[in-house]
C-alpha cells in the first residue's frame, strides 16, 4: 500500500514539473498566437514632452508657428478658453503647445484635428467651425483631466479619421476610431499653471500609429485645437478669428532633423 501511495505521488510530481518545462504553467506557450506589438518607443525630437518649454523657445516661428487667441463678442458662443497654440512637425510626430483658461469651466478633453497634407482635397469635406475649414483627416483626443480623481492627467489619446463612413448622431458628424486610447498613439505632458494664470500642456501624436496606407504626409501640416469641459461640451477652439466664422487652422511645415 505505501509503495502504490509512494509511487502514485512520484509520478505526479514527474508529471508537474514536465508541464511546468513545457510552459504549462502559464504565459505563451510556442503554439500561441503573439501579442500586440508594443508602441514606438518616442523619437529623439527638437521637442522634449516633459513639461518645460524653454525648448519650443528655442525654435524659429516659421519652424513651429504660433497663434494666440483673437478676442471677438462672444454673447452667442463661448469658445473663449483656448488660448494658445504653436505647432512643430519632423519625420516622426506631430507636435502641439496648447494654452488655455480653466476658468469658468474645467477642462477635461483635448482635441487636435490634423490635415495631414494641408489639402482641402483629401480628408472631411464637412465645412463649418467644428471641423474647422475642411481638409481634415484625423482627430486625437484625450484626457487632460480625470473626473474620477480630480487631478490633472497627461495626455494618452485615441485616434479617430474623418472619412466617407462618418456617423451622424444627434444633429452632428462622429467620427471613426481606427486606434484605441491607451494603445501608444501620442503623449503629453500634465497641464502646468503658467504665471499669467492659464495653463499650459504639450502633447505629441506619433506618425507611426497612423493606420498604413489611409493617411499622406505632406510638406505642411495643418492643425487645430478645441477644449472640452467636464460636461462634455467645447467651450474653446483655436485658431479663431474675430468674426467668429469659419476659421483657418495653423500650417506647420516639415522639419528634417
Keep these: 500500500m505505501k509503495k502504490s501511495?509512494?509511487?502514485?505521488?512520484?509520478?505526479?510530481?514527474?508529471?508537474?514539473m514536465m508541464l511546468a518545462a513545457c510552459g504549462g504553467g502559464g504565459g505563451e506557450g510556442p503554439d500561441d498566437p503573439p501579442g500586440p506589438p508594443p508602441p514606438p518607443p518616442p523619437p529623439a525630437s527638437?521637442?522634449?514632452?516633459?513639461?518645460?518649454?524653454?525648448?519650443?523657445?528655442a525654435l524659429s516661428a516659421t519652424t513651429a508657428p504660433k497663434f494666440e487667441f483673437i478676442p471677438y463678442d462672444d454673447s452667442?458662443?463661448?469658445?473663449?478658453?483656448?488660448?494658445?497654440?504653436?505647432?512643430?512637425?519632423?519625420?516622426?510626430?506631430?507636435?502641439?503647445?496648447?494654452?488655455?483658461?480653466?476658468?469658468?469651466?474645467?477642462?477635461?478633453?483635448?482635441?487636435v484635428q490634423i490635415d495631414s497634407d494641408n489639402s482641402k482635397s483629401t480628408g472631411t469635406t464637412i465645412d463649418d467651425s467644428w471641423y474647422?475649414?475642411?481638409?481634415?483627416?484625423?482627430?486625437?483626443?484625450?484626457?487632460?483631466?480625470?473626473?474620477?480623481?480630480?487631478?490633472?492627467?497627461?495626455?494618452?489619446?485615441?485616434?479617430?479619421?474623418?472619412?466617407?463612413?462618418?456617423?451622424?448622431s444627434g444633429g452632428i458628424y462622429f467620427a471613426i476610431e481606427e486606434v484605441q486610447k491607451?494603445?501608444?498613439?501620442?503623449?503629453?505632458s500634465i497641464?502646468?499653471?503658467?504665471?499669467?494664470?492659464?495653463?499650459?500642456?504639450?502633447?505629441?501624436?506619433?506618425?507611426?500609429?497612423?493606420?498604413?496606407?489611409?493617411?499622406?504626409?505632406?510638406?505642411?501640416?495643418?492643425?487645430?485645437?478645441?477644449?472640452?469641459?467636464?460636461?462634455w461640451a467645447e467651450c474653446g477652439r483655436i485658431p479663431n478669428n474675430a468674426e467668429n466664422t469659419i476659421p483657418s487652422m495653423l500650417v506647420v511645415p516639415l522639419t528634417i532633423e
Aim: some cysteine; glycine content about 10%; charged content about 20%.
Design 132 to 168: 474647422f475649414d475642411g481638409g481634415v483627416e484625423y482627430l486625437a483626443e484625450g484626457q487632460l483631466f480625470n473626473t474620477e480623481t480630480n487631478q490633472y492627467v497627461s495626455f494618452d489619446p485615441g485616434l479617430m479619421s474623418w472619412g466617407e463612413d462618418l456617423i451622424w
Design 5 to 16: 501511495i509512494l509511487w502514485r505521488l512520484s509520478a505526479m510530481l514527474v508529471a508537474t
Design 46 to 57: 527638437a521637442i522634449s514632452i516633459d513639461g518645460e518649454f524653454a525648448d519650443w523657445d
Design 182 to 188: 491607451g494603445s501608444g498613439v501620442g503623449e503629453g
Design 191 to 231: 497641464p502646468v499653471e503658467l504665471d499669467n494664470g492659464n495653463k499650459a500642456v504639450e502633447v505629441c501624436i506619433y506618425k507611426a500609429m497612423f493606420p498604413a496606407g489611409k493617411v499622406v504626409w505632406g510638406e505642411e501640416t495643418a492643425i487645430g485645437v478645441s477644449v472640452v469641459d467636464v460636461a
Design 76 to 111: 452667442a458662443n463661448k469658445l473663449v478658453q483656448a488660448k494658445v497654440v504653436r505647432g512643430y512637425v519632423n519625420e516622426d510626430a506631430v507636435y502641439v503647445y496648447v494654452e488655455f483658461s480653466d476658468t469658468p469651466n474645467a477642462i477635461m478633453n483635448l482635441q
